[in-house]
């Protein structure tokens, strides 16, 4: 117990490098000791590499079939954790989300992901209370519905996109109710013009707010999320284009941003809140939660996705397993029929009177040289695998995915070494047993 307990701990005080490197140490280590058993007083590599060379266009079947299922393999579970830490970050300056009672998840992707959703609306004095509370640094409306080809059309303030970019890549912040802010991904420039469709996608109408005019006249640095596809005009301009009243009193209907007067206030669909402390922003969930509103925090309701996603992942885990699986007894049927293409040569090395060992080792010295290849073939294969599909995934989602492998990956690829080198000693076991007189006459 006490022995337990020291190595429990001498593990614990290691850093996570030298954990992984170690763990990759000892998955490598069956195969190692194969190795070292196998070749003990042996050096056949000079007739291996002449095997290699004599059936080159056989081996190097043999190796792509390896490479691309090892790749297959990891670069399946490397996407996966590249989907979920890029749909994390894309989700991290949301701090908290206040909305009308509904579905959290329906309202996260529409708020923080752009996905289009009918939602019901915040009226101005609820807007009034979350933006007068004492612990909000900063309350922006989200409103959403209107867009540009297949740009979104958000209306906020300039807070919210201050809050979001940190600071515009060029131009200046919109100043009134007929200028815009585009995302870096947007086909606009500062200077361009367009009308809004009211709408999104294919149900979108784009004659339903001709006329309105705005004009670009900043643009956005990459966010790595949705909202650098949006384009984004102060909340009154929403508003204004769909003939509501513009969240300010009449006298004061030139300006834009807040305060805004809850008489005259339309509706927002969500409002991003910032406390000022980290603490207040439990109590601000707990303070919005009620039957009129709801408060939730975007990090939270992601985990819940993350962890339902964590079943996928176990599925997706089990199937790279399987198929190096499947792929180790292709790797056996593979050796067996190899080692037949050349088992004359074995057996009239046996009848000049070689070692039956040293025939072993020539043997499964060739089998380990094609896995090994074939493996670390693999690993260049799922290492562009991930690129490309990346970069397809970002394309279609908006949200920033930047997988690559990583020590899981290398796990798994050493433990398929070390099971396939262990396979690897059957055929050579095989090769050793035929008849050398029947071999000789065949």
């Given at each position: 117990m006490l022995l337990s307990d020291l190595t429990s701990d001498t593990w614990q005080s290691l850093s996570p490098l030298a954990q992984d490197a170690m763990?990759?140490?000892?998955?490598?280590?069956?195969?190692?000791?194969?190795?070292?058993?196998?070749?003990?007083?042996?050096?056949?590599?000079?007739?291996?590499?002449?095997?290699?060379?004599?059936?080159?266009?056989?081996?190097?079947?043999?190796?792509?079939?390896?490479?691309?299922?090892?790749?297959?393999?990891?670069?399946?579970?490397?996407?996966?954790?590249?989907?979920?830490?890029?749909?994390?970050?894309?989700?991290?300056?949301?701090?908290?989300?206040?909305?009308?009672?509904?579905?959290?998840?329906?309202?996260?992707?529409?708020?923080?992901?752009?996905?289009?959703?009918?939602v019901p609306l915040l009226d101005g004095a609820a807007f009034d209370e979350i933006a007068g509370h004492d612990h909000v640094d900063l309350a922006a409306p989200i409103a959403f519905g209107d867009s540009?080809?297949?740009?979104?059309?958000?209306?906020?303030?300039?807070?919210?996109?201050?809050?979001?970019?940190?600071?515009?890549?060029?131009?200046?912040?919109?100043?009134?109710?007929?200028?815009?802010?585009?995302?870096?991904?947007?086909?606009?420039?500062?200077?361009d013009t367009f009308s809004p469709a009211h709408g999104v996608e294919d149900g979108a109408d784009e004659d339903a707010h001709e006329g309105h005019e705005i004009t670009v006249v900043g643009k956005m640095p990459p966010t790595g999320s949705p909202w650098d596809r949006a384009i984004l005009v102060p909340v009154e301009s929403v508003w204004q284009v769909h003939g509501l009243a513009r969240g300010h009193a009449p006298e004061r209907s030139g300006r834009i941003g807040p305060p805004f007067d809850a008489d005259y206030f339309p509706g927002t669909p969500a409002v991003l809140v910032r406390a000022d402390a980290l603490w207040a922003n439990y109590a601000l969930r707990s303070d919005f939660t009620r039957h009129d509103m709801m408060a939730f925090f975007p990090g939270a309701v992601l985990a819940q996705l993350h962890a339902l996603m964590g079943d996928v992942r176990q599925i997706l885990s089990v199937m790279a397993v399987l198929t190096q699986v499947l792929v180790a007894a292709g790797v056996l049927t593979g050796l067996i029929i190899l080692t037949r293409l050349f088992s004359r040569r074995l057996a009239l090395l046996r009848a000049l009177g070689a070692p039956v060992r040293f025939v072993f080792a020539v043997v499964w010295s060739y089998a380990a040289v094609l896995i090994v290849t074939g493996s670390l073939a693999g690993l260049a294969v799922g290492w562009v695998g991930v690129r490309l599909i990346s970069e397809a995934v970002?394309?279609?989602?908006?949200?920033?995915?930047?997988?690559?492998?990583?020590?899981?990956?290398?796990?798994?690829?050493?433990?398929?070494?070390?099971?396939?080198?262990?396979?690897?000693?059957?055929?050579?076991?095989?090769?050793?047993?035929?008849?050398?007189?029947?071999?000789?006459?065949?």
């Open positions: 763990f990759l140490a000892l998955l490598l280590l069956p195969a190692l000791l194969a190795g070292a058993f196998v070749l003990r007083g042996f050096r056949p590599f000079a007739l291996v590499t002449a095997l290699l060379w004599r059936f080159r266009w056989s081996n190097l079947t043999f190796v792509l079939l390896i490479a691309v299922s090892v790749g297959i393999g990891v670069g399946l579970i490397a996407q996966e954790r590249g989907l979920r830490r890029g749909s994390a970050r894309a989700a991290e300056k949301f701090d908290l989300i206040v909305a009308a009672p509904g579905s959290e998840i329906t309202m996260m992707f529409a708020a923080v992901y752009l996905r289009p959703s009918d540009f080809g297949d740009a979104p059309v958000v209306g906020t303030t300039a807070e919210f996109v201050t809050h979001l970019a940190g600071g515009l890549a060029e131009g200046r912040m919109f100043a009134a109710t007929d200028e815009a802010i585009a995302g870096v991904k947007v086909n606009l420039a500062p200077g970002t394309a279609r989602t908006d949200i920033l995915v930047t997988a690559s492998l990583d020590w899981p990956e290398f796990h798994l690829i050493a433990a398929f070494v070390s099971l396939t080198a262990l396979i690897a000693l059957l055929p050579a076991f095989l090769s050793v047993t035929r008849n050398v007189i029947a071999e000789l006459r065949t």
